[in-house]
């Protein structure tokens, strides 16, 4: 199933996490109250991502959409460390969280950056997370990211305080905080089952389950996958989001956009690896469900925006 | 040995799922914790079981991996422990901040039936 | 290649068109016409180099692939069938373009025209052209919204609004029901290809989904081809420019349902289902609307409804499904298409020189403008079926084909006589058209005086009348080998026999055809004069407003049931949620898990584990006990909780994990901390308030205890099941052969932490410093909650200096222990790589011994003295651990390669050093000031009590001032704070 890997000495593909990081890391060396050079550092960090998701683009898009590009962190063999991929999918969602970025940001200075202490810091904390989870090769680096990610929305959702957004983000953070834990589950469970955490190396495991383990390794993916559905806001998993997005400030909302996508990305992703045509008798585990549950969310977002009386919710529904 | 490891994870995820699905927060963060707990020996139990064997190597010479505990589910574990702390922590605060603004430590930041 | 290539072209032609001409400057009417007819011509020219590829039934099939290895791509596929119809779209698209050059206003917006009429053409070309069927349905909701922008063009008259609004809300409808519809189709075949789907039809017709998918793709189809009961929106859609009219609501968009049915037939249809349905709902959407034509005042609302008939016409002869009515349907849809654009132009020719389109007012014009007249009156005659012309010959292939198959059913029976009766009707309006409109007396009262067009804007009406003329006396060689061409790609190679001539002798047809002639001209000599006089609308159905029932449906459908539905579907309350989460968790478990033998032997106890089983029978009471004591005694429930979480430490020291052991205890000494400071703000729980013991509240505590049961117990069975089968192969083996040879150290846990895996710990405390950020960010803005504004008891009651000596004994072991804990810490470190310890840990009780110091001393005295910049850890601990990763791009390695040696230090000998250490470094930074600035932020708390407890009766405006107020910078780092009335920090257990 996996396409042909080409190593690419590069550290075009580390870049989209570490551009962010690193800006955001610089950022508290300043007291808060400098805003502005704030700003400046994370729309130069911004601009840089942007140079990076197009060249990333230019990279991938020869061989007709075969092109996978691999970043061996910390020099390590594929299955043992830990792997950034990058391809096409990849690619375009790196440079689409940029895209939405970049106005969230100008948005945000237009004073919403005020409203609270270290907004930049954590928007940027924010985007490795997103770009990290949508890089990486390894199921528990993907945990590992996806909990940046949640923590910096976390941070975002709260970013300016207030009634609603304490009462609508001790939901969401109560929900992810459970959703993470049903992941951890899962990944140890593909561990247990499977042996490791590299998602090709565990593609290439599936068909070779056999008995009790596969039907073990079905239970993890279902964890892993409700986990994702959590995230992705699919019926009946959705009722968190009309309120966090309601209620967080209007950049944070903005950005949230892009992390519901981070959950259909993943399960796209794995669905493909670990359940496609090559995975023996897994193969197409769960995808009536998926189906099912899409079909119900979106029935369920066209009856919320008919429903909704102002307009934040409907565009909350919307998605 | 692994009967009763078992039946401990059980008894903690248990505990925390009947936690976190009470309607005080209190409970809930207590429930947090306790299946995080559950979850972590989970991950650790997926390394199976082996005692006096800890992941520390001699220098040098040949090594049986038979010989020692799996060191990755650990390192997973230390990686989970960290993280839950830390999101515990920051569900501690949320939580007494919405007892300050709401007046009531419901977790829908109001009391049933008002 | 060239094929495949000019292919792709053809779709996104328009669409680059529809993109040049809406970024035109708004005064250039005429390049905008220019480039949206270019690209009309250069679409028929590709057509034309691509026809000999799709001769003799071979079609062209262009991939685009994007990410295949997710199976993610764009296809295309030209046929037969696809070449006629893109001829149509391209053809009569080319003369809307020349026709609305003259037609629209310069005054009007018109880059938004071409562009959306372009996007159009492209959109209609991607639904025509697709080769995966999902993507047929993207592109078919992309017509519904171009349309729906080309109806309410004039954006400013309310009756383009609603008809634009009323068209969307219909068509859009109908695209989700089709969308369910083709997702099922793909589910039941096993690929969204369309060829697979149109091979596969056997077996669509035996699954179980088949009346599911019928009904839904059907719901798909007839809204958009304004079939009964959704034919109201085309007369109000009528309110669009007259090309768009003539273009998509007689050529092009209203087509596309039609088009489906013939495309999908082979695959759908051939079912008794598909000829009931089909057939019954085209018949009477051709008789309804062709006696509602009769009625029409107005011009275009005539044609809208000889639309209506006419549709239902084709859509019953892809009911009837034989070959000779298939033949008969794509005929129609070209004829269809050729006269009625010609008819709609006509009409918006008289529109535009006489001011009005009402029938009444509208008489004698062929004195002013004979050459439209006639051209009008053949393209009517073409309409109405009169030999010579197109109109005729497929209608009587359709009388021909309803006369001549049978089935049996009473349905059957009746449809020759239904088909004569529409037959009438079509006859009736057709002349009315006629003989209101340009014959009669003189014309009163109209806003212009009337007068020929110019003859560029006549031009294409001229085009269109030659080609039904050419097409009704020369059939065959004018469109004989198209036809064939697009019916071997629908029915295959074998086509029936069928001719394309004039004459067949006296048949079935013809007698048909002759009593619809003479009983339409009766209908229309009895009704004639006093059609004016009624009200618009056919009698009798006249109170049956579809726009009525519609509005109806609006207000019910899309606001009454949806609140309602979401009113059940939605749960706000978060512990449903999280119910929901754990039930669909179960079931997904059980799902996955239901099919799992258990055939593992049941492990028995030894000796050594009875120690074991006590730990954990304390342990299991502990929690059990938190779960019990959380409600009401929150101080014992914690207390439980740091058992449990004790217990967990000594089974890691039990099972060979003492690194895991040695980060639970510090992790566990911290949280506990934690959760007392945060005790100090939850005020004890309201007894007030009592346990709700509603039946209910009863039901749903069993529930909760049953779900927690068989999780718990569930949770079990997995862990056990795990551990109980051998280990297979895995990755860990290759981290406790490599640690030392290669990471450098004999600690493995540690050497993956900070070397084999050091990324994932990079994000880790990237998650701490976000947290800690966020933990200060919100105390920042801190409403402590009223009833534990009051200082604590010792505080209270505190006189003189008892304040200071409170904690005197604790304080000063406290300050001796600090050098030893930074030691201990030191240590911790050091040994890291080799032994259990490292940055974490050594962090972590670093951060405590902070911490005994402000748990100890007076707040304001330890702020004065430790100065620890919290956020400055924290960076320097990220900077650190990023640097010492780029660090290895010098030597041309990727990110966090780490280099191990070991190094020979005077007087300590050799120490284990490797770069992942300087890592290690910054993980020690971060986790101090990461926990200390959680933990003093939680703590500094307590020096908000003054001025906060005047503020026991905030209000969310206060709250709003507040933040404005906070615009302005404040030095209110916890470190810096301006000093305030003494309090020592007794804070914390109190509670």
Same mark, same amino acid.
């Given at each position: ?10 550290h075009?593909l580390?870049?989209p996490?570490?551009i962010?990081?690193v800006?955001?890391a610089?950022?508290?060396f ?11 550092l994370?729309t130069?960090a911004?601009?840089a991502?942007?140079v990076?998701?197009?060249e ?10 075969t092109?996978v590009?691999t ?5 390590w063999?594929?299955?043992v460390?830990?792997v950034?991929?990058?391809d096409r999918?990849s690619?375009m969602?790196v440079m ?16 919403w950056?005020?409203?609270g202490?270290?907004f930049?810091?954590?928007f940027?904390?924010l985007?490795?997370?997103?770009n ?7 199921l528990?680096?993907?945990?590992v990211?996806?909990?940046v990610?949640?923590?910096a929305?976390?941070?975002l959702m709260?970013?300016?305080?207030g009634?609603?957004?304490i009462?609508?983000?001790m939901?969401?953070?109560a ?12 990944a ?7 042996g490791?955490l590299?998602?090709?190396d565990?593609?290439?495991?599936v068909?070779?389950?056999e008995?009790p383990q596969r039907?073990l ?5 279902c964890?892993?996958?409700l986990?994702f ?16 997005y309601a209620?967080?400030s ?18 796209l992703?794995l ?5 496609g045509?090559d995975?023996?008798a897994?193969a197409?585990?769960?995808a009536?469900?998926?189906i099912?549950g ?13 429903g909704a009386t102002g ?9 | ?8 994870i059980?008894v903690?995820?248990g505990s ?18 306790l299946?995080?707990?559950?979850v972590?020996l ?30 990755l ?7 989970a ?7 515990t ?7 007494i901040?919405?007892?300050?603004v709401t ?7 109001k009391?049933?039936?008002k | 290649m ?9 779709v ?8 040049i001409?809406?970024t035109?400057?708004?005064d250039s ?9 270019l690209a009309?011509?250069?679409m028929l020219g ?10 003799d039934g071979?079609k062209?099939i ?5 990410a295949?290895?997710i199976?993610?791509?764009l296809s ?11 001829v ?10 020349l ?5 629209m ?6 880059a ?22 999902i993507q ?6 992309l017509?519904?919204?171009t349309?729906?922008?080309?109806i309410?063009?004039?954006q400013?008259?309310s009756?383009a609004?609603d ?5 969307l809300?219909?068509?859009a409808a ?7 519809a ?9 690929s ?5 789907v149109?091979?596969?039809g ?6 179980a989904?088949?009346m599911p998918?019928?009904i ?6 007839f809204?958009?081809s304004?079939q009964f ?12 420019p007259?090309p768009v009219?003539a273009?998509?609501h ?10 489906l049915?013939?495309?999908?037939e ?11 349905i089909?057939?019954l709902?085209?018949?009477l959407t051709?008789?309804?609307g062709? +006696? #509602? $034509?009769l &009625?029409?005042?107005?011009?275009k609302?005539?044609l809208?409804? /000889?639309?209506?008939s006419h549709? %239902?016409? @084709?859509?019953?002869?892809?009911g ?6 298939m +033949? #008969? $349907?794509? &005929?129609?849809i ?5 006269f009625?654009a /010609?008819?709609?132009m006509?009409? %918006?020719? @008289? ?10 007012k509208?008489s ?5 403008m004979?050459?439209?007249a ?5 393209a009517?005659?073409a309409m ?19 006369y001549e ?8 029976d ?9 037959g009438v009707f ?6 009315r ?7 009669g007396?003189?014309?009163k009262g109209?806003p212009?005086t009337p ?7 006549r031009?294409?009406?001229?085009v269109?009348?030659?080609i039904?003329?050419?097409v009704g006396i ?5 469109v ?6 697009a019916?071997m790609?629908i ?5 029936p026999?069928y ?6 002798g006296v048949n ?6 002759g009593?619809a ?6 209908i229309y000599?009895?009704?004639h004069?006093?059609f ?5 609308g056919?009698?009798l159905?006249?109170?049956?407003s ?8 609006m207000s ?5 049931y949806p ?6 579907t939605?749960?706000?309350g978060l512990?449903?949620?999280l119910?929901?989460m754990?039930?669909?968790t179960l ?12 055939n593992?032997p ?11 089983a006590?730990?954990?029978?304390v342990?299991?009471i502990?929690?059990?006990g938190a ?6 005694h929150?101080?014992?429930a914690l207390?439980?909780?740091?058992g449990?979480g004790?217990v967990t430490?000594?089974?890691f020291?039990?099972l060979s994990?003492?690194d895991?052991?040695?980060t ?5 000494i ?6 007392l ?9 309201d007894?007030?308030?009592p346990?709700d013991q509603?039946?209910r ?6 529930g909760?205890?049953l ?6 117990s569930?949770?079990t069975a997995?862990?056990l099941?795990?551990?109980l ?9 290759w ?17 993956i ?6 990324f ?6 990237t998650?701490?410093?976000?947290v ?9 803005r801190?409403?402590?909650?009223v009833e534990?504004a ?5 505080q209270?009651?505190a006189?003189?200096?008892t ?10 072991i406290?300050q001796?222990?600090f050098?030893p804990i ?6 911790l470190f050091?040994?890291?790589?080799d032994?259990?310890?490292g ?7 670093l ?5 005994l ?11 004065a003295?430790?100065t ?6 924290m ?13 290895a791009?010098i ?9 191990a040696?070991?190094?020979d230090l ?7 050093f490797s770069?992942a ?11 101090v ?6 933990l003093?932020?939680i ?10 407890q005047r503020?026991?009766a905030?209000?969310?405006?206060l ?8 615009e302005a ?7 810096q ?15």
């Open positions: 199933m996996m396409p042909e890997e080409i190593y690419v000495p590069t075009l580390v870049a996490v570490l962010p990081l800006a955001g610089l950022m508290l300043y007291h808060d109250r400098y805003r502005q050079l704030k700003l400046g994370g130069a911004l601009l991502l942007l990076v998701s197009i990333m683009i230019s990279r991938v898009k020869g061989d007709g959409g092109f590009g970043y061996l962190m910390g020099n063999p594929v299955p460390g830990i950034l991929v990058l999918l690619a969602m689409l969280t940029t895209l939405l970025a970049i106005p969230a940001l100008i948005y945000a200075a237009a004073g950056q005020g409203k202490q270290h930049h810091s954590l940027q904390f985007l490795a997370g997103v990290g989870a949508f890089l990486t090769g390894d528990f680096n993907l945990f990211f996806f909990e990610m949640l923590a929305s976390y941070g709260l970013h300016g305080s009634v609603e957004r009462r609508h983000g939901h969401y953070i929900i992810n905080l459970a959703a993470s834990l049903l992941f951890l589950l899962g140890a469970l593909v561990y247990g089952t499977a490791t590299n998602m090709a565990i593609s290439r495991v068909p070779l389950l008995g039907a390794f079905h239970a993890a993916a964890f892993l996958g986990a559905l959590i995230k992705a806001a699919t019926w009946p998993l959705c009722f968190w989001l009309p309120g966090t209620a967080a209007p950049p944070a909302a903005a950005t949230f956009a892009i992390m519901t996508k981070v959950g259909l990305y993943v399960i992703r669905m493909v690896l670990t359940f045509v995975a023996g897994s197409g585990f769960g009536p469900v998926l099912l899409g079909l119900a969310t979106m029935a369920y977002g066209t009856f919320g925006i008919l307009f934040r919710p409907r565009a909350a529904m919307s998605r | 040995m692994e009967l009763i490891l078992s039946i401990a059980g903690l995820v925390g799922v009947w936690l976190i699905l009470r309607p005080r927060t209190f409970q809930l963060i207590i429930g947090l914790c299946l995080a707990y559950g972590n989970f991950i650790f139990a997926m390394g199976r079981l082996y005692v006096g064997a800890a992941p520390i190597m001699p220098k040098g010479g040949f090594v049986d991996p038979n010989a020692y505990a799996d060191p589910p650990q390192a997973l574990v230390l990686t422990i960290v993280i839950s702390f830390a999101t922590a920051l569900f501690l605060v949320v939580m901040a919405s007892r300050g007046g009531t430590d419901h977790v829908d930041g009391e049933r039936d | 060239i094929a495949q290539n000019l292919l792709i072209m053809l996104i032609l328009p669409f680059l068109a529809a993109g001409a809406a035109l400057p708004g009417r005429n390049s905008e016409a220019w480039i949206s007819g009309m011509v250069a590709i057509l034309a180099a691509l026809h000999p590829e799709v001769q071979g062209i262009a991939q685009v692939r994007w295949d290895s199976g993610l791509g295309f596929r030209l046929d037969g069938f696809a070449w006629l119809f893109m149509l779209v391209a053809g009569i698209g080319f003369l809307v373009v026709y609305a050059r003259y037609y206003s310069p005054d009007d917006p018109l938004r025209f071409y562009g959306c009429l372009l996007a159009f053409a492209g959109a209609m070309s991607g639904v025509i052209l697709s080769g995966n069927i047929l349905v993207v592109f078919w909701e017509t519904s919204l349309s729906f922008l080309l309410g063009y004039w400013n008259r009756d609004r008809g634009a609004r009323m068209a809300a219909t068509t109908g695209g989700v029901c089709l969308l369910v083709m997702i099922l189709l793909g589910q039941v075949v096993g969204y290809q369309l060829d697979a149109l091979a596969a056997a077996k669509i017709r035996g699954s989904l088949y998918i019928l839904l793709f059907l719901l798909g189809a809204t958009k304004a009961p959704f034919q109201y929106w085309l007369p109000n859609a009528m309110a669009a007259t009219s273009y998509l007689s050529a092009t968009m209203v087509k596309a349902g039609v088009f049915l013939v495309r999908f082979p695959a759908l249809g051939d079912s008794q289902a598909w000829f009931q089909v057939t709902i085209g018949m051709m008789l309804i062709a +006696v #509602a $034509a &009625f029409q005042h107005d011009l609302g005539l809208a409804y /000889s639309t209506i549709l %239902g016409l @084709i859509t019953a002869l892809a009837i499904g034989s070959e000779e009515a +033949v #008969a $349907a794509v &005929f129609h070209v004829n269809h298409a050729v009625k /010609s008819l709609f006509t009409a %918006g020719i @008289i529109d535009h020189e006489t001011g009005t389109r009402d029938m009444r509208l004698g014009l062929y004195r002013y004979p050459v439209t006639t051209l009008a009156i053949i009517s005659a109405a079926g009169v030999p010579l012309l197109n109109g005729f010959l497929s209608k009587e292939m359709f009388f021909q084909a309803a198959w049978n089935n049996g059913t009473p349905l059957d009746a449809l020759p006589y239904l088909a004569t009766l529409a079509s006859v009736a309006y057709s002349l058209f006629i003989v209101s409109v340009f014959f007396p003189e014309p109209l212009h007068h020929e067009p110019p003859a560029l804007m031009g294409p009406v001229a269109l009348v030659v039904c003329l050419a020369l059939p065959q060689q004018m004989g080998p198209e036809l064939k061409t019916m790609s029915l295959g190679p074998d086509l026999y001719s394309l001539k004039i004459w067949h079935a047809a013809l007698i048909m055809s009593v002639f003479a009983a339409g001209i009766m000599l009895a009704g004069g006093r004016e006089k009624m009200p618009e056919p009698p159905l006249r109170n049956l579809g726009r009525a029932a519609y509005d109806w449906v019910t459908v899309m606001l009454r609140r309602e539905i979401l009113r059940v939605t749960a706000p512990q449903v949620q119910r929901s754990v039930l669909l079931a997904a478990t059980w799902f996955a898990l239901s099919r799992l033998e258990w593992i049941m492990p028995t106890l030894s000796l050594p584990e009875t120690v074991f006590l730990l954990w029978i342990g299991a502990c929690a059990i779960a019990w004591q959380a409600n009401y929150r101080f014992a207390v439980l909780l740091g449990a004790l430490c000594a089974t020291v039990w994990a003492p895991l052991a040695v639970q205890l510090l992790v566990e911290v949280t506990t901390v934690l959760l400071l945060g005790l100090r703000w939850m005020p004890k729980r007894p007030d308030i346990r509603s039946l509240a009863r039901f749903r505590r069993r909760d205890l779900i927690a049961l068989i999780c718990g569930g949770v997995i862990a099941a795990i551990m089968t051998p280990p297979g192969a895995s990755v860990g083996d981290f406790l052969r490599h640690s030392y040879s290669e990471g450098g150290g004999t600690n493995v846990v540690n050497v932490l900070v070397d084999f895996r050091a994932d710990t990079f994000g880790e405390i998650v701490l410093a976000i800690a950020l966020t933990v200060f960010a919100l105390l920042r801190f409403r402590p909650a534990s009051e200082k604590p008891s010792p209270r009651h006189t003189g200096s304040l200071y000596n409170y904690l005197y004994v604790p304080q000063i406290m001796w222990l050098a930074i030691m201990l810490a030191a240590y050091f040994r890291g790589h032994l259990p310890g940055g974490f840990a050594a962090g972590v009780t951060a405590i011994g902070l911490l110091q402000y748990l100890a001393a007076d707040v304001r005295w330890i702020e003295r430790l620890v910049l919290p956020v400055r850890w960076a320097v601990g990220l900077a650190v651990a990023s640097a010492t990763g780029a660090g791009w030597f041309g390695y990727p990110l966090l390669s780490a280099h040696r070991y190094l005077p007087l300590i000998g050799q120490v284990p770069t250490m300087l890592f290690d470094l910054g993980v020690f930074s971060l986790v000031g990461a926990i200390v600035l959680m003093i932020a703590a500094h708390q307590s020096m908000r009590l003054g001025p906060r503020r026991s905030e209000t969310e405006e709250d709003q001032l507040e933040e404005a107020t906070e910078p404040q030095p209110e780092a916890p470190h704070d301006i000093p305030r009335p003494a309090a020592p920090l007794a804070t914390g257990g109190a509670a």
